[in-house]
C-alpha cells in the first residue's frame, strides 16, 4: 500500500462494516452472477452537501449508476473517515485498495503538478469554458495522460461553478495585509497566496472551522454561501470577500483504478460516464440554486460583511497568479503541456465569452 498503513485500513474497514455487510476484499471489484461491486471513498465527511450527499452528489451518483444498471454495478461509499483518512484517496485507488474515490484533483498538485488544471486555475476559466475544453477540447485525453503512470483515470463529477474568495477573521484593505495571514487555501491558489507572504496551510473541510475559530488560522476559502454558512465559518470570521479569483469554476474528481475500470463491461463504463455527466449538471444546478439565498441570509441575518477584494489586491494576486503558472509549467514537461492546453482553449473561449456571456452581464 501507498501511504496506507494496512493495519489500520484493515481495521478501519472493519468499523465501518460493523452491522452490516462485510466489505469487498481491498483492491477487488467482486463479481458473482454478472454482478460487481466497487467501493468509493472520499474526501469529504459524511453528509456533506454536494460533495457526499444529495442531488449531484457522489452518493447519488453510486445510486444513479445501480439503477441504470439494474444493480449490475454496485458502488459502496464511504465519506472521510470511514475507511480511509480524508486526503488519501489518491494513493489508496492507485494501489487497488479501492477502486474509486471521489475528491479534487488539485488536491494531489503535490505530487501531481499538472492535476490542478483539472479543478480550476485562479484567473481561469469560468465554469462553461472549463467543461467545454475538458469534454470537448484535449482536457479529458490530458487528464488521463497524466494520471496513466499512477494507474489511474478520472472524469469530472460534479461543479460548484464560481467559488468566493473565503473568510477573514480582519478586513484585506492592502498587499501588506496578506503578509504573515495563515490561510487554509488549496492548489495553485496557496502557491499565489505564498508568494504574497501568506502561510497556506491545505486542511480536508472537517477541520477549518475549528481551526479558524480558535485562531490556529486567519482565514480560510471552502465553497460558497451555502457550503460555508453550513461548515458555521461566518461564525469564526465575519469578512466574506466574493472575488473568487481562485476558482472561478470548480470540478470535482471520479477516480478511478485504471485495471478495475478496463474489467468493466463496455456498458457498464457507458453507464458510469453518462451519471457522472448527469451529475455535474446536476450539482451545479443545486450549487446555483442554495447560494443566493444562502448569501442573503449571511448578510442580513448573522452580520456578515460581503464585498470584493480591493483592486489593487487583486491585481498583485493576478501578477502573482501568470509568475506560478509560468512555474509550474516550467518545472514539468507534462504539467507545460496540460498548461500550453488550457491557455490555449482559454484564449479562444474568451473570445466568444466577451461577445455572449460578459455582454449580458454588462446589461
Not at 470511514?82 to 494513493?91: Q, S
Not at 478586513?171 to 495585509?177: F, R
Not at 509560468?326 to 518545472?331: D, I, N
Request: aromatic share 10%.
Amino acid at each position: 500500500m501507498t501511504s496506507i498503513d494496512r493495519r489500520k485500513f484493515i481495521s478501519g474497514a472493519a468499523t465501518a462494516a460493523a452491522g452490516g455487510a462485510a466489505l469487498a476484499v481491498p483492491g477487488i471489484a467482486n463479481a458473482q452472477n454478472g454482478k460487481v461491486t466497487m467501493k468509493m471513498t472520499n474526501a469529504y465527511p459524511p453528509g456533506s452537501p454536494f460533495y457526499v450527499a444529495g442531488p449531484g452528489s457522489p452518493t447519488d451518483f453510486c445510486k444513479k449508476v445501480e439503477t441504470m444498471s439494474s444493480g449490475r454495478l454496485k458502488i459502496q461509499h464511504f465519506a472521510a473517515g470511514e475507511l480511509i483518512p480524508a486526503l488519501e484517496g489518491f494513493d489508496a485507488v492507485s494501489a487497488g485498495t479501492v477502486e474509486m474515490n471521489a475528491a479534487n484533483a488539485y488536491f494531489w498538485s503535490g505530487k501531481v503538478p499538472a492535476a490542478q488544471y483539472f479543478t480550476t486555475v485562479p484567473f481561469g476559466m469560468n465554469t462553461q469554458g472549463m467543461m467545454a475544453w475538458l469534454y470537448h477540447g484535449d482536457g479529458m485525453k490530458l487528464w488521463q495522460e497524466v494520471y496513466a503512470p499512477f494507474g489511474l483515470t478520472a472524469m469530472p463529477m460534479g461543479n460548484t461553478g464560481v467559488q468566493m474568495t473565503g473568510w477573514f477573521r480582519k478586513p484585506v484593505e492592502t498587499v501588506a495585509d496578506l503578509n504573515g495571514l495563515k490561510m487554509r487555501i488549496p492548489g495553485l491558489a496557496g502557491k499565489v497566496y505564498s508568494q504574497l507572504g501568506v502561510n497556506v496551510r491545505l486542511l480536508p473541510g472537517g477541520e477549518i472551522f475549528p481551526a479558524l475559530e480558535r485562531g490556529v488560522i486567519d482565514a480560510a476559502e471552502f465553497v460558497g454561501p451555502f457550503q460555508d454558512r453550513r461548515l458555521g465559518l461566518h461564525k469564526a470570521a465575519k469578512f466574506y470577500y466574493t472575488t473568487g479569483w481562485h476558482e472561478p469554476t470548480n470540478v470535482t474528481e471520479l477516480l478511478i483504478n485504471k485495471k478495475a475500470w478496463d474489467k468493466l463491461p463496455k456498458d457498464l463504463q457507458m453507464m458510469v460516464q453518462m451519471a457522472a455527466q448527469a451529475s455535474v449538471m446536476e450539482s451545479l444546478a443545486w450549487s446555483e440554486s442554495v447560494n443566493a439565498e444562502a448569501l442573503e441570509d449571511l448578510v442580513k441575518n448573522q452580520g456578515v460583511k460581503a464585498q470584493a477584494l480591493p483592486k489593487p489586491i487583486v491585481d498583485k494576486l493576478k501578477e502573482a497568479t501568470m509568475d506560478t503558472l509560468e512555474s509550474v509549467a516550467a518545472s514539468d514537461p507534462l504539467a507545460k503541456k496540460v498548461h500550453t492546453s488550457f491557455m490555449a482553449f482559454k484564449k479562444k473561449h474568451e473570445s466568444w465569452a466577451a461577445l455572449s456571456e460578459k455582454t449580458f452581464l454588462n446589461l
